[in-house]
């Protein structure tokens, strides 16, 4: 099996990350974090509050408090998005966000509670300030942009759009699901107020995790339960992270999560370079194949690359690429439905391959053969 | 160290369960299920099945469909009661309740969308259908129970409040933390609607990670995103449990949940009758303790047994049980607060020992000399 859907989970877990968990699993960790006031709750809690610390460094924050953990970027950002309403104001979003951005602002914009401008890219697909000021109303509240896109790879500036949103005092949330790990984030620098990770695709750990980062921004709870502190009081007071962190602590993906992180920075150049020139590659040598038609160029370092050969369903590529070839890769639609009525292809999907740190040259080299025989057949 | 937090968390977690969790980050299964369709992608979907078969076979449900797999108890809970409201309703719940169901149905309550009528125990500290019947109004449409309090283990007779719930046609809600593992439930039998389970307690599986599990109920999404099916609507239709489990699956720790659920079944027996004679050995020995005030000596299958010594701050003796004596229980409020009301114990809390399978008596009597020796000092 060549293994090339790591955009929707990295196959290649370090042994790092299985041993973290495993460590959170033995008899010294396995207890309450924040619950009990016991040694093992204690030792629990010391080392999630190490991995609080570790990403409070990584993406430059001031207070480790700002780190709340989830069971995924999914949760991270419906928490970002449910938990900072004003009601009556208007979102700025673009047709790169995935449905964990869409489907929530959907929901808030069905329900009444705000108003939604979502920004079309310009001719060459991409977004810039020019699109973005043209959105801006005076109720604008918050701007929502996907890092890096899960379906093209293609990758915003956030630079920019951060000194766009601190010029209109916006709230200014990045989904980072796909450039965390591969691209480096500094928060304070770039005035990203919120960023949603993942840990499972560019840190390589463990599915079920992720973190909402906070940097100068103000949250309502959305999930309610016991948080560790003031346990008798109706809701607890609104302190970061417990307030957001309802029920019991997740210790063995945070382990797993930490060791990820971990092994990301160890190896960041590597990964970052190899995942380049892989990307690189694999761009060049697709736009030999007749007919094809590659989504963005231009982008490397999160290792996304989509396609489509000529008007073949790219449902039936893939499917033909992992019966015959043994060639995982993803088709169809990639849960980000605008890119795709974006790009005409609604009907036809994309073909997506997703390069990691473990991928090879041979293997994408394999890959342009199949896709080569798949076209002749 | 001996552990007696187990209700909070089990320290012991079979060999299984870490394997099960080793095996879903191995390269066989290290993929996203529901969403490709490669190999890998179906090697975990089919797994996923699986656990998903073995929970409807053990609580006797009709449909694999139904069980929701969530990040614990917790978002069970949350998703139970947020995704069912009946604005205008009223709803019937117990003091006995965690902070899990209270804070969700406080928001619901300050919020003006339902009302909540808390209903208190008889002389016996029992909750029976006689104080449950008084708090039915014509508006009622759910009713929500601690089936075992994680703070006294009392356990609550859900066959008779399962009939009272069809009876006034309520939708029957079990908080299934303390009781899932160590007690059988059967839905149906006992018209339970949804049951909320926890899988790092009585299961012996990790932590962050439950279920909620459906018995002709009918629920609206919390959490929004990606759901693997009809990618290009704005919302996704209401289909269990795709709707309801936005984002990545946390496939390592489904898979670490089978292995516990599939521990439990295998040794039931074993596990019921050992924690059954240790908690009753517990009580028993407990009770030649002068001035000790044991809060529930009746029910024994979940092991939890509370008492307090005197006017002793129960955090003072479980620090110095800790500290001296290296036995690790959890004191103060249980986030449970109407309990502690309930018993005048809300300055004082209680000292809360959770049995566990691997527990013994000769840790038990360590416990019971460790409290004569605080008493006398």
Chains 1, 2 share one sequence.
Not at 72 to 93: F, M, P, Q, R, Y
Not at 106 to 111: A, E, I, P, R
Not at 295 to 305: E, F, H, I, M, Q
Not at 345 to 366: C, D, F, H, P
């Amino acid at each position: 099996m060549i293994y090339l859907d790591n955009p929707a989970t990295t196959n290649y877990k370090p042994f790092s990350v299985k041993m973290g968990i495993l460590e959170a699993l033995s008899k010294k960790y396995s207890a309450n974090p924040g619950r009990s006031s016991h040694k093992l709750s204690i030792n629990a809690a010391l080392k999630i509050l190490e991995t609080r610390e570790l990403l409070t460094k990584v993406f430059n924050l001031n207070n480790s408090n700002d780190v709340i953990f989830t069971s995924g970027c999914t949760e991270a950002l419906n928490l970002a998005i449910l938990g900072s309403i004003k009601t009556g104001g208007h979102i700025i979003t673009t047709i790169y966000e995935h449905n964990s951005v869409l489907r929530p602002l959907f929901k808030l914009q069905k329900d009444g509670l705000i108003e939604l401008t979502i920004v079309k890219p310009n001719n060459n697909d991409e977004i810039t300030i020019k699109e973005l000021e043209l959105a801006v109303k005076p109720n604008t509240y918050m701007i929502i942009i996907n890092h890096t896109s899960n379906v093209t790879g293609y990758t915003m500036n956030i630079a920019d759009i951060g000194k766009f949103a601190k010029a209109h005092n916006l709230v200014f949330l990045v989904d980072g699901a796909q450039s965390g790990g591969h691209i480096n984030i500094d928060m304070q620098k770039n005035n990203i107020n919120m960023l949603a990770l993942a840990g499972h695709k560019g840190f390589y750990g463990p599915q079920g995790v992720g973190a909402l980062l906070l940097n100068n921004a103000k949250l309502q709870p959305i999930k309610f339960g016991g948080t560790g502190i003031n346990s008798e009081q109706p809701m607890p007071p609104v302190i970061s992270p417990e307030a957001y962190e309802a029920g019991t602590t997740c210790t063995p993906l945070i382990f797993g999560f930490d060791a990820g992180i971990n092994f990301t920075i160890k190896h960041f150049d590597k990964i970052n370079k190899k995942t380049t020139e892989l990307t690189k590659f694999l761009i060049t040598e697709l736009s030999k194949i007749k007919n094809i038609k590659i989504y963005n160029k231009k982008n490397y370092s999160a290792g996304v690359v989509s396609f489509n050969l000529g008007d073949l369903p790219s449902n039936q590529v893939a499917n033909e690429l992992c019966e015959t070839y043994g060639i995982c890769v993803r088709s169809g639609l990639h849960c980000a439905p605008l890119v795709h009525r974006h790009f005409n292809t609604i009907e036809q999907g994309m073909v997506r391959v997703g390069i990691a740190y473990n991928n090879t040259k041979s293997q994408l080299k394999k890959l342009v053969f199949a896709l080569n025989k798949i076209i002749k057949n």
